[in-house]
């Protein structure tokens, strides 16, 4: 690094607001200065460079850089802290930066520092980000660990992570012994992740004396956490200037035509700034996109184009981190209309933003336990998402947030707080992570808010259907080994099912293709016979899941094939298809495979395309997914789920749906209760095998109906000893009782 590119700051703004217990140089001015005024980064030895400093104003004109001396000093003190600010205080930047200083204080003694995140995309934006401010290497000193992606070494000081992937690594260190301090931000999210980590921390917390708890979290959480957690020190950052928020009443009935009027009113105003709008769902968001883009492209050249860019839900991300080609485009058109329809917390990037349009409505899955599928409900948001949402202009001293709901709405129809996840979603995974936690000792979990007795009872119930669960309630062998796949129990007990029908390669195929984001692109209007007439080219006879694994299987020998990346993304872009989604979905596999090389399982050679082999992949498909049946009641497509009442019909984009062949029995992956009931990514089976491969207890306990009536004469025409093999596990099941086997341990 040359003396030229560095530039030493005076002695006020390099003011490092440390106790003075907490100074690592023990007097010893070698371990700071350097040949004369060249200050030495303490974190990797190395000079600073002169974007450290320019980086460095940046940090202290923060919010929260004001509490950073109380922040240390509570840090020393205490075993936890609560830090209270708004989105952009910095909280989620600086905080973690403080506590890597605290461990390098005292040499690294008791570990490193881990920060977890919700979503993915903020654990790794924030990482490059605080890796620069530190001026250090992403990956070395700083790093991120998101599912299926590991960008940290042995030596990484801090480490961002989703909230689920330190969840997972109490797996194989339930004390979490590499860390000193450990941060959980954005707490007020309520992901089932995180509020099961408040709770098995308390215990950690318990066995190591010596260990940090920090929990970042908005202002509206602060009472139930200081309740939960007791008497611990609370950092408030102080609030920003206010926001200037209009409300429109009556808009919300017409929200699509007064968000348009707004986007073209602000717009035409001449008045600088990108726009946000919050919508309700993905399909909201495909609509506006639409329009905006069509409207937009008639409005007067000389106020430059509207660059409208949709945010989905599964593509959260900082907003504004563009690559150069999105510079340049900046660099000519004057405005941005970012379409989403997250919380918000993922936007914070941006100081661009003037504009904030707010429907106030959201949609969201709930999970119904009885009938083992999710509701898409719109509802009111709550209001503390209704503040993140207005925080985005915090820093915008002439932002006008426009909420197209009336105060009264507001203040009688919004919750204060958003719902936790874990009182909505399906609970399967979490009740399998807390029986493998148990051998650890670690399985009672002190929930913030506990989840439904009733949802906890049906996750039970599914583990033991899947033979996760011995007769004594406790995780049997299969349950250990599903519990080392990052998957839903479901697709885990699939893999284990394809070591026994020689299927695997293919099986892990399906289960990386169903993980990752969907692989169709979003076609744009007027394509749509043009990307039909692509994706035929994949269909297999079969069913879905074996054209995902055409797909794959193209994509693969497209990326062997080609000389440069380009040529992928130009082949992916040629036949609809997104070229994201399937690069996820091969480091997807190759993790799935990592998994079942470690663990030994067998792993036959593929054999897709012969008829044995499609026999044996839905026999693996059925030991995971036999709860996931339907059956085409009247021959029109009206499919009736076998465990419930509820109809659907295949979704459009279902190879039966294109090629107009409707069997009658299928297994599907999806099923949603919204306005169209469509099950999702579906293969044939016939109720022979579904009766040879169901557990016979699961069979028994299905509501009556026609279906089952159906599979009970098939049962009767099946071989005696097929149906005595079938009553002797059912037998080994249940040895001596009727009644539920099913109690929370």
Not at 320 to 344: H, I, M
Not at 713 to 737: N, R
Request: glycine residues 4%; aromatic residues 8%; proline residues 5%.
């Amino acid at each position: 690094m040359e003396e030229a590119e560095l530039e030493c700051p005076d002695s006020a703004s390099e003011k490092r607001y440390f106790p003075e217990s907490l100074d690592s140089s023990d007097g010893d001015e070698e371990g700071i200065l350097a040949c004369e005024d060249l200050e030495l980064n303490p974190f990797d030895g190395l000079p600073y460079s002169s974007r450290y400093y320019k980086l460095l104003k940046e940090r202290e004109d923060l919010p929260i850089w004001k509490e950073k001396y109380s922040f240390m000093e509570n840090l020393l003190q205490n075993q936890i802290v609560i830090v209270s600010g708004d989105a952009k205080c910095g909280k989620s930047s600086q905080v973690p930066q403080w506590c890597a200083e605290y461990c390098l204080s005292i040499h690294y003694q008791h570990g490193g520092v881990v920060c977890t995140q919700v979503h993915k995309p903020t654990a790794v934006q924030l990482a490059l980000r605080v890796a620069d401010e530190m001026d250090v290497n992403i990956g070395h000193e700083v790093g991120y660990v998101i599912p299926f992606e590991n960008c940290c070494t042995s030596e990484t000081i801090l480490r961002y992570c989703t909230d689920d992937m330190l969840q997972r690594e109490m797996m194989s260190s339930p004390f979490l012994g590499s860390y000193g301090v450990i941060i959980l931000d954005d707490v007020h999210e309520r992901s089932i992740a995180t509020d099961v980590l408040l709770g098995l921390l308390k215990d950690v917390l318990l066995a190591r004396p010596e260990l940090k708890l920090i929990i970042n979290s908005s202002p509206h959480l602060v009472s139930k956490l200081s309740s939960y957690y007791g008497n611990v020190p609370l950092v408030e950052v102080r609030k920003q200037h206010p926001v200037e928020v209009v409300h429109l009443s009556g808009a919300q009935k017409e929200s699509f035509e007064s968000i348009l009027r707004l986007i073209f009113e602000i717009h035409q105003s001449g008045e600088k700034g990108d726009i946000v709008v919050f919508l309700a769902c993905e399909q909201d968001i495909e609509k506006a996109y639409e329009i905006v883009c069509q409207e937009g492209s008639n409005l007067n050249p000389d106020l430059g184009e509207l660059v409208v860019i949709p945010l989905y839900p599964k593509e959260k991300c900082a907003l504004f981190k563009p690559n150069d080609e999105t510079e340049k485009r900046c660099q000519v058109y004057q405005r941005r209309v970012v379409l989403t329809a997250s919380s918000g917390e993922s936007l914070i990037w941006s100081n661009t933003v003037k504009f904030v349009i707010d429907v106030g409505v959201e949609r969201r899955k709930v999970y119904n336990p009885r009938i083992r599928a999710d509701s898409l409900v719109t509802q009111p948001i709550s209001r503390s998402q209704a503040d993140t949402r207005k925080q985005l202009l915090s820093s915008s001293s002439s932002g006008k947030l426009f909420c197209l709901y009336s105060e009264e709405f507001a203040s009688k129809d919004m919750r204060p707080l958003k719902p936790a996840e874990m009182q909505e979603a399906n609970l399967t995974s979490m009740v399998l992570f807390l029986k493998r936690i148990d051998i650890a000792g670690l399985g009672h979990c002190d929930f913030m808010n506990r989840p439904a007795p009733e949802s906890l009872m049906q996750a039970l119930e599914d583990l033991d259907y899947l033979a996760a669960l011995d007769n004594d309630g406790n995780l049997s062998e299969f349950g250990i080994i599903m519990s080392e796949f990052p998957l839903d129990p479901q697709l885990s007990k699939s893999i284990l099912a394809s070591c026994e029908f020689d299927c695997v390669e293919e099986m892990l195929t399906i289960a990386a293709m169903v993980t990752a984001p969907n692989c169709f692109s979003n076609v744009p209007h007027g394509a749509e016979e043009a990307a039909l007439t692509r994706w035929k080219t994949f269909l297999h006879p079969e069913g879905d899941h074996f054209t995902l694994i055409n797909i794959y299987k193209a994509y693969q020998d497209t990326a062997l094939n080609s000389t440069s990346e380009h040529c992928v993304e130009k082949w992916c872009h040629d036949y609809f298809l997104n070229c994201c989604a399937l690069r996820m979905a091969d480091v997807i596999r190759a993790e799935l495979l990592e998994i079942v090389k470690r663990i030994e399982l067998p792993c036959a050679e593929p054999a897709f395309g012969s008829k044995e082999n499609a026999l044996n992949i839905k026999k693996a498909l059925l030991s995971g997914y036999f709860m996931q049946i339907a059956r085409d009641v009247d021959g029109s497509g009206n499919y009736l789920m076998l465990t419930h009442k509820q109809v659907a019909q295949l979704h459009p984009l279902s190879g039966y749906s294109v090629t107009k062949r409707l069997p009658e029995w299928v297994l599907f992956h999806k099923f949603s209760i919204a306005e169209n009931n469509y099950i999702r990514i579906t293969s044939e089976i016939s109720p022979e095998l579904f009766m040879q491969l169901a557990p016979p207890y699961y069979f028994s306990n299905l509501p009556p109906s026609e279906s089952k009536d159906i599979l009970h004469q098939v049962m009767d025409h099946l071989s005696p000893l097929s149906t005595m093999k079938k009553d002797q596990k059912m037998c080994e099941k249940c040895p001596e009782t009727t009644e539920p086997r099913c109690t929370v341990q």
